[in-house]
């Protein structure tokens, strides 16, 4: 009876580890973790999100499993910092310019400043974060940041000449807006997803912003003109939970860390093929027009955006934000990524 009773205990306890009812032993499951962005699948934000997730997946060996809400499903565009610091999502992408108070240091990137393409403006970006450190991200880890490719004029009537922009009103986000502005048309901020609807019942006549969207938002269905000024880039971040974070086991936070400079790259190599594909769509299937300034109207345009950067630079400086070295290390931080 004493064997039998050995025996059988035995098996009671070999039991219980199997089905996990033992603390420190039993063996625990994957680490699930929830991702959410506010444009549709097919957009560049979310082709990274995608991408970010099987790399992880990957690189944990299915440790990490991440679960995608494209499309504010999970959050929308404006909420999207304080929906991670709240813990309504693990991670999410967050576009910096529809929040320019907020953000004011990465966003300093989106001024007229000579960024070329989106490897080298996602390059800058995560330099600059990781420069300065803003205060503004203090409440969340940042896991990586990229940048649109540079903005172009999409229209319904040709834009050849600052006479045929004054006054036409044109999407714009943060910094772009201030563009806009100053070359005489007339802004009208609102997250991308809501634009399409805006030009349908003529509420804006085109939009500003990197090509990439001329195919993703099917743009070039109703906006045939492309007016190239290669001004300005938009910043992303994506971020996570402070908490969710701090809860992760060291060899995942490695894998995290090792990838906020490979994704950025990837991101920025994938914006710029995107947008020649997006083009080239746009152009041969959809009877898109490119209008190229003259470089004697493109000097005008360009000379108008100078007093953005220095009233840029003077407020900064009045919040006690180093506005003129940020200037400087960006334009620094551009030259070294293009090889000059």
Same mark, same amino acid.
């Given at each position: 009876?004493?064997?039998?009773?050995?025996?059988?205990?035995?098996?009671?306890?070999?039991?219980?580890?199997?089905?996990?009812?033992?603390?420190?032993?039993?063996s625990a *499951?994957?680490?699930?973790?929830?991702?959410?962005?506010?444009?549709?699948?097919?957009?560049?934000?979310?082709?990274?999100?995608?991408? &970010?997730?099987k /790399?992880? #997946?990957?690189?944990?060996?299915?440790?990490?499993?991440?679960?995608?809400?494209?499309? +504010?499903?999970?959050l929308?565009?404006?909420?999207?910092?304080?929906?991670?610091? =709240?813990?309504?999502?693990?991670i999410?992408?967050?576009?910096?310019?529809?929040?320019?108070?907020?953000?004011?240091?990465?966003?300093?990137?989106?001024?007229?400043?000579?960024?070329?393409?989106a490897?080298?403006?996602?390059?800058?970006?995560?330099?600059?974060?990781?420069?300065?450190?803003?205060?503004a991200?203090?409440?969340?880890?940042?896991?990586?940041?990229?940048?649109?490719?540079?903005?172009n004029?999409?229209?319904?009537?040709?834009?050849?000449?600052? #006479?045929?922009?004054k +006054?036409?009103?044109?999407?714009?986000?943060?910094? $772009?807006?201030?563009?806009?502005?100053a070359?005489? $048309?007339?802004?009208? *901020?609102?997250?991308?997803?809501?634009?399409?609807?805006?030009?349908?019942?003529?509420?804006?006549?085109?939009?500003?912003?990197?090509?990439?969207?001329?195919?993703?938002?099917?743009?070039?269905?109703?906006?045939?003109?492309?007016?190239?000024?290669?001004?300005?880039i938009?910043?992303?971040?994506?971020?996570?939970?402070?908490?969710? &974070?701090?809860?992760?086991?060291?060899?995942?936070?490695?894998?995290? #860390?090792?990838?906020?400079?490979?994704?950025?790259?990837?991101?920025?190599?994938?914006?710029?093929?995107?947008?020649?594909?997006?083009?080239?769509? !746009?152009t041969?299937t959809?009877?898109?027009?490119?209008? #190229?300034?003259?470089?004697?109207?493109?000097?005008?345009?360009?000379?108008?955006?100078?007093?953005?950067?220095n009233?840029?630079?003077? !407020?900064?400086?009045?919040?006690?934000?180093?506005?003129?070295?940020?200037?400087?290390?960006?334009? =620094?931080f551009?030259?070294?990524? /293009?090889?000059?």
């Amino acid at each position: 009876m004493k064997k039998v009773a050995v025996i059988l205990s035995v098996v009671f306890v070999a039991m219980i580890v199997m089905v996990g009812m033992v603390p420190g032993i039993a063996s625990a *499951g994957p680490i699930k973790l929830t991702y959410a962005n506010f444009p549709p699948a097919p957009t560049f934000p979310c082709v990274q999100m995608e991408r &970010w997730k099987k /790399e992880v #997946e990957r690189r944990t060996n299915g440790k990490v499993l991440v679960q995608t809400f494209p499309g +504010g499903t999970l959050l929308g565009a404006k909420n999207m910092m304080d929906g991670i610091i =709240a813990g309504q999502a693990d991670i999410g992408c967050l576009c910096m310019a529809y929040q320019p108070g907020r953000f004011v240091i990465t966003n300093a990137t989106s001024l007229p400043l000579g960024i070329p393409n989106a490897l080298v403006g996602s390059l800058v970006l995560w330099d600059l974060y990781k420069r300065y450190k803003p205060a503004a991200f203090s409440k969340v880890k940042v896991l990586t940041m990229f940048t649109t490719a540079p903005s172009n004029i999409m229209s319904k009537i040709p834009i050849r000449t600052l #006479e045929d922009i004054k +006054g036409v009103n044109l999407r714009a986000s943060g910094g $772009a807006a201030q563009i806009l502005k100053a070359w005489g $048309a007339n802004p009208v *901020g609102m997250p991308m997803p809501s634009t399409p609807e805006a030009l349908e019942k003529g509420v804006v006549k085109g939009l500003f912003s990197s090509l990439d969207v001329m195919k993703d938002f099917k743009f070039a269905e109703m906006c045939k003109y492309v007016t190239m000024t290669n001004s300005v880039i938009y910043p992303f971040a994506v971020v996570m939970n402070k908490g969710k &974070w701090n809860s992760l086991p060291d060899d995942v936070k490695q894998i995290f #860390e090792d990838l906020g400079t490979q994704q950025a790259a990837w991101t920025g190599v994938y914006n710029d093929t995107h947008v020649r594909k997006s083009m080239d769509w !746009s152009t041969k299937t959809q009877g898109v027009k490119v209008i #190229e300034l003259s470089e004697a109207e493109k000097a005008k345009w360009d000379k108008l955006l100078d007093p953005i950067r220095n009233k840029w630079i003077s !407020s900064a400086e009045a919040k006690g934000i180093p506005g003129q070295a940020i200037v400087r290390d960006i334009k =620094a931080f551009t030259r070294m990524y /293009e090889g000059k």
